[in-house]
């Protein structure tokens, strides 16, 4: 199909950017000398999650079962299911198990170490766990020195499941302001990896695994010695948000919304698009940065950035307004009925997200291809 | 299935509510003689749209060509695609058209009105069009007393287009804050339809639609005299933006997400579940009201509120973190590991716009039914 066949809203990948991202990511892991467990909740299809895969052991994070199916039905069957694991799912990741998936769970507490002690020794499934650690008060996650850790890694062993080492996510990477500040989040997220693992192994666990990362800690640490893998996603597409953190610049983003004119506000001089929240995501990620960028950054049908005070102003459901961020009117003579425009998002997951099919544009190609994307849980 | 069988995050829809819901609306309109045109953007189900549609004349409303597909395709042939049409969806709509689908568009720019009639011409389709009309300056629409109103339905009828008369959506009824100024903006959506309607009848077109509609104004107007359809959809499942501008009680709401306690954190009293903004949505349509509900209110397994102050404080791509509107900890001891909750939304038709599949809570049956969404354009 050619591009200008495409019906509206859609979502778009260029391969240039995303190729070029991915050799980024790849090239400082492999200054660092770890290897990547890409995390595929953001790209969710299969053939981009072995761009990502290419020169890396294998292994995966998924953020759904449903994901975990939908890679494994298509051969990657290491998996690390990287959210806390609901009691209520223990039974369904031991079908998964039984039927070859070898997929790894998280948890962060006591009852849920007993949760799955219970039912590896009930089942018999030696679960496979890795004990989540708590790097920035975020999110989940023990304290390194939280005696919760040993006591959790004890219950497995005894219902004869596998400790299997540590994982931390740095989710306050998110709220950094400078290269300074990521430097120091990416410092202290290993840090804290590395110190949970020792205290297991203190405790007498071998605490393999020690699993870290985060788009911007993983491209802005300096070392990541004790580390043993590292784990992003975002970073194949790149997003509005992460342009904001210094991570990336906004002509890098690989991922957009294709959409198209469908009226004009003349009073205020603003635009209508057919693009509303419910193809850009009400995402506001970039509301507490620097620049607000609205729903996103308006491009021409190439791409290109019209220029950065042209956003997403607001969204309907099914509408979205295109204003400057000054308040200023538009040239609507620039914005003729029926042209097409791209959308850059504030955050990549959430407006991949509200799709289930992307369209890949090959950079030698004249024609789009059709990319599937997994959804629900 | 039983409901203790559903994996979480699920969509759940309460019938006993949804009904008393439906049977609200209904009322009111039968009251002001006017009848329903249910938007389906909300439900996106075609089970629960023929309880929206009983007692009324067979047409709904719809916001993508997608789901005027999957509505037509299960009997629903009269549908009014209430978003202002893409010129580049023109040639998809003359197909639907050709199948036999009974589609009305909108538009609201002269130039749209120029691509539809230069369609009309070169497909030989007489495209029945709304012109949309503007009554609170939020959106889109043409002011009543604006040339290109008339220009617009000209051009159409030069075409061979029909220009059926006015569509109107207060949008901004939203942003009220109390009951008078319900009223108010449904007395002014009226007026506006009317005379846009009365201009259009005055230079020689016969208008016999005058559509407007909200589920605010719907269920606050006090006359809808020269009105001759009413659209809302939200009315059926109703949310907390909903409540907040006293339009329901947040008891009424119909639709909430299932979700498991994965997590505590200790130091600041707050419970992990997994339900994050892939479930919930990233709306926060309560933010800019008087009481801001985060992303959503917690009620127990069997969807009583446990005490409003509870709300979803924040959410990552999986996991929601509740915690206490005032600040002060949650009593974890409430929360353990692997119990059932439910979230009640800020926004119905955002937060089932996450799902693929809803689950129907019949009030007299033990067991629960899946009913698929129409999603995508």
């Known amino acids: 199909m050619r ?6 809203p859609a979502l778009l990948v260029d391969e240039t950017r995303f190729e070029r991202n991915v050799g980024r990511m790849n090239a400082r892991l492999a200054r660092l000398r770890v290897p990547l467990r890409p995390h595929l909740k953001t790209v969710k299809n299969i053939e981009l999650a072995r761009r990502m895969l290419a020169g890396h052991p294998g292994g995966a994070t998924v953020s759904t079962l449903a994901e975990a199916d939908h890679f494994f039905d298509a051969g990657i069957d ?4 990287a959210v806390g694991i609901a009691p209520g799912k223990i039974e369904d990741v031991a079908r998964r198990i ?16 007993r949760a799955v002690a219970d039912a590896a020794r009930r089942l018999d499934v030696p679960f496979r766990v890795l004990l989540e650690v708590d790097a920035d008060g975020q999110r989940a996650g023990f304290r390194p020195d939280d005696p919760g850790l040993i006591e959790s890694a004890r219950r497995l062993e005894r219902g004869g499941a596998l400790p299997a080492g540590v994982m931390v996510h740095a989710g306050g990477s998110y709220a950094c302001r400078d290269r300074a500040g990521l430097v120091e989040i990416a410092k202290q997220e290993r840090d804290v990896a590395v110190a949970a693992a020792g205290a297991l192994r203190e405790a007498g666990f071998e605490a393999p695994v020690v699993s870290a990362g985060s ?14 893998e590292v784990r992003a996603g ?3 597409f790149m997003d509005l948000v992460m342009a904001g953190l210094g991570v990336c610049e906004i002509d890098e983003i690989a991922v957009s919304v294709l959409t198209e004119v469908i009226g004009h506000r003349r009073a205020p001089g603003e635009v209508l698009i057919d693009a509303g929240w419910m193809a850009l995501s009400r995402d506001r990620g970039t509301a507490g940065q620097a620049v607000d960028r609205g729903y996103g950054v308006v491009c021409d049908d190439a791409g290109r950035v019209l220029a950065p005070e042209v956003i997403v102003r607001a969204t309907h459901q099914e509408h979205g307004l295109l204003a400057r961020r000054d308040g200023e009117p538009l040239d609507l003579a620039g914005f003729p009925i029926g042209r097409r425009l791209r959308i850059l998002p504030n955050h990549a997951c959430a407006t991949a997200g509200q799709f289930e099919r992307m369209w890949w ?8 291809e059709p990319l599937d994307r997994c959804r629900g849980w």
């Open 3 to 8: 591009r200008s066949e495409l019906q509206t």
């Open 78 to 81: 290491d998996l690390l299911y």
């Open 98 to 113: 039984g039927r070859g998936m070898n997929l790894t769970l998280v948890l962060d507490h006591p009852e849920t170490a």
């Open 215 to 228: 788009t911007p800690t993983a491209l802005f640490a300096d070392d990541l010695a004790g580390v043993t």
């Open 234 to 236: 975002v970073y194949a």
């Open 361 to 368: 544009i090959d950079a030698g190609a004249a024609s789009i």
